[in-house]
């Protein structure tokens, strides 16, 4: 499990990503203060259910909003600008790349969060590694590149990596961010049942709450009964 400095710092960190709204907004996760209803007109009502056909498209782009800004504050990484010269220019901001790998990677959602957790999981092993221009890019892929030779006996192959990003990077770069991850990671990829319920319950709070300042409510507990169900594949390669 993560030990009480790891989760204080998961929450810290991620926490900060929703200080720009005050925390008058909620009473509890997604619920919305009577004051904070009758204050804040502009703020769209949108119910979301189990049944609604855009659902899981809602938390996908959620957990890529959270992960993205999640990665830029673990490792105060800066984003590419046209300005700089030392990134190429048509290297995208972090969360359209998260974005445009995962929708071409086609995998599952507890990839893309098994990543962040080896993301937080980095941090704890070397809190005072910090990014460079461009490096929250190289470390997701390198994180979602391992979380799926962790989870799938089928894993992509880097050459089918090398297909994915499109010209973003060249197959030995991919070798060698999945040779040094490994290594910063300390070939730590095991990830125990306990320590993934606990942290899907923290990131099943924060899309909650990122739900909530866009306006919307959805089905409470939701993201943590899909990844925590007994009856999955995931929850039974975990040890």
């Not at 080896?118 to 910090?130: F, G, N, Q, T």
């Not at 099943?204 to 899909?226: C, E, H, M, N, V």
Request: charge should be positive; charged fraction near 20%.
């Amino acid at each position: 499990m993560f030990d009480n400095n790891v989760i204080v710092a998961t929450q810290h960190v991620i926490d900060h990503y929703f200080t720009s709204k005050s925390k008058d907004t909620f009473n509890h996760p997604g619920h919305y203060t009577k004051e904070a209803i009758l204050s804040s007109k502009s703020i769209p009502q949108t119910v979301l259910t189990k049944s609604s056909p855009n659902l899981e498209s809602q938390i996908k782009a959620h957990i890529i909003s959270i992960t993205s800004n999640t990665v830029n504050h673990l490792f105060e990484c800066a984003e590419p600008n046209s300005a700089n010269p030392f990134v190429p220019d048509e290297l995208p901001k972090l969360d359209a790349f998260i974005a445009r790998v995962f929708r071409r990677s086609n995998l599952p959602l507890n990839n893309l969060l098994t990543s962040l957790l080896y993301l937080v999981r980095l941090k704890e092993y070397h809190p005072s590694c910090k990014g460079t221009l461009g490096s929250g890019h190289r470390l997701f892929l390198a994180a979602l590149m391992m979380a799926n030779k962790y989870l799938h006996d089928g894993a992509y192959h880097n050459k089918t990596w090398f297909k994915i990003v499109d010209g973003f990077y060249e197959l030995q770069d991919l070798n060698q961010m999945e040779s040094e991850f490994l290594s910063l990671l300390k070939f730590e990829l095991v990830v125990k049942k306990e320590e993934w319920v606990e942290f899907i319950d923290i990131m099943d709070g924060k899309l909650t709450r990122s739900w909530a300042r866009k306006g919307i409510q959805g089905p409470s507990g939701y993201l943590f009964r899909q990844m925590t169900s007994q009856k999955t594949a995931h929850m039974n390669q975990l040890i």
